[in-house]
């Protein structure tokens, strides 16, 4: 435990029913990618009241609050604000009833369902036991609050606009996100910590005829159904078995009516790797097998890749989370542990520092019930606790906030408090 750690069991106890209140609020007002403004203007304004020096509007939504404290090491600390575009039902009181138009114009349902709000809470606790606690600590504090992470856009948005000599540079940045594991728990691991992401919009392109005459078509249903099968092929007969890799097809469009061959046909799909090798390597071949597929069917147009978007590796620095992990087991002891391996999920908050060359480590912070994971647990049924971009997915309030604020402090402090 640390002087930071230290000074936030010695904090009001009406800091956490504040800061339960304001999970509470950003939750039941979420807000899609990039459209953050409501939430930044929360986080900038009490930002400022603690005195950060605060500057609004980085890349688009993005808030950037500094505050120098002395010598020392630059930390940088990063929280991300925005929601996804579905219908939340975990019943809660305070569940989100918001709607809004997406990008497309289209109107959605929206919802804080990967737990974005409660890593803005816990940036906000944060931020305000180091502000009120500067004695306890020397260097220069960064927080940044993102925009659109969940749509892989706010993190390279941040950095186009963060202009040279604008903030200070970090020697390390530091982040964590509330998954699904007992409330109360963390954990981290060195190196690979979350695969890489990339998600593509391919357009296979037809001709339309009516359904009694499939002679004076080229039937892009059948070239599409074709695609489907042959691209799980990839993965399962061309990437080896010791190397993980999942393609998920998640949408096939076309046609509007059972008796007309439609012109074209969608599909959009995901892939998730864990080099750079492999990742290269399906992208090639997700091209390769679309445009033979389009050639043995006769099409008279070369498929349309568009790129929807993507997720570069999360690899964290040895040194920097062998540091971390120590601050970590110094706090919660067995609570803190070394993740086995991986996760498929992906983040773009490694974005930060593979731009600009500094080292980050991000690591992870239960927020399930720790009765209910052990009933699974017992049960064989743990696949079916709603995790993250479940309409279920509710993180435990109480110990999950505190402990990220615990975590926060314990891993920021390794860097900002002199030696004990």
């Not at 009516?210 to 074709?226: E, L, T, Y």
């Not at 090639?284 to 069917?297: F, G, N, T, V």
Request: with cysteine; net charge negative; aromatic share 6%.
């Amino acid at each position: 435990m640390n002087a930071l750690t230290r000074a936030l069991d010695r904090a009001d106890p009406a800091l956490m029913t504040e800061l339960e209140a304001l999970y509470k609020d950003i939750h039941q007002h979420p807000e899609l990618s990039m459209q953050e403004v409501r939430t930044a203007k929360i986080v900038a304004d009490a930002m400022q009241a603690c005195g950060y020096e605060v500057t609004r509007n980085v890349g688009v939504t993005g808030v950037v609050c500094v505050l120098e404290n002395g010598a020392g090491a630059t930390v940088m600390l990063r929280a991300d604000m925005d929601a996804l575009p579905m219908t939340e039902d975990t019943g809660l009181p305070y569940a989100s009833n918001v709607r809004a138009r997406d990008a497309d114009g289209v109107e959605v349902g929206v919802a804080h369902s990967c737990g974005h709000d409660m890593h803005v809470t816990w940036m906000l606790g944060a931020a305000r036991i180091l502000a009120a606690n500067r004695s306890a600590w020397s260097g220069t504090l960064m927080i940044a609050f993102q925009p659109g992470e969940e749509t892989a856009e706010g993190a390279s948005a941040m950095v186009r606009d963060w202009g040279e000599g604008r903030f200070p540079k970090p020697d390390i940045i530091l982040g964590q996100h509330v998954m699904p594991g007992p409330a109360g728990t963390v954990n981290y691991r060195p190196g690979i910590a979350l695969a890489a992401a990339d998600s593509l919009k391919i357009r296979l392109f037809g001709r339309g005829a009516h359904g009694s005459q499939p002679q004076s078509a080229i039937d892009p249903v059948i070239m599409a159904a074709a695609t489907t099968l042959r691209l799980q092929t990839i993965v399962s007969r061309e990437i080896a078995p010791s190397e993980p890799a999942v393609l998920t097809i998640g949408s096939l469009q076309a046609g509007t009516k059972e008796n007309i061959i439609p012109d074209e046909a969608t599909i959009k799909l995901n892939i998730r790797t864990f080099s750079e090798d492999t990742r290269e390597y399906m992208l090639k071949s997700i091209r390769r097998i679309c445009c033979a597929e389009c050639d043995a069917s006769g099409a008279e147009r070369a498929p349309e890749f568009t790129a929807i978007d993507s997720y570069p590796l999360t690899e964290n620095d040895l040194a920097a989370t062998q540091k971390v992990g120590e601050a970590l087991v110094l706090q919660f002891g067995a609570n803190a542990s070394l993740a086995p391996s991986p996760a498929s999920a992906s983040e773009d908050f490694s974005i930060f520092g593979r731009s600009w060359g500094v080292p980050y480590v991000f690591w992870f912070v239960g927020g399930t019930d720790p009765a209910l994971c052990a009933q699974a647990e017992q049960d064989g049924t743990a696949a079916k606790i709603p995790g993250n971009h479940s309409p279920k997915f509710a993180p435990q309030i109480h110990p999950t906030l505190e402990t990220g604020l615990q975590a926060m402090l314990s891993a920021a402090g390794a860097w900002l408090c002199p030696a004990q």
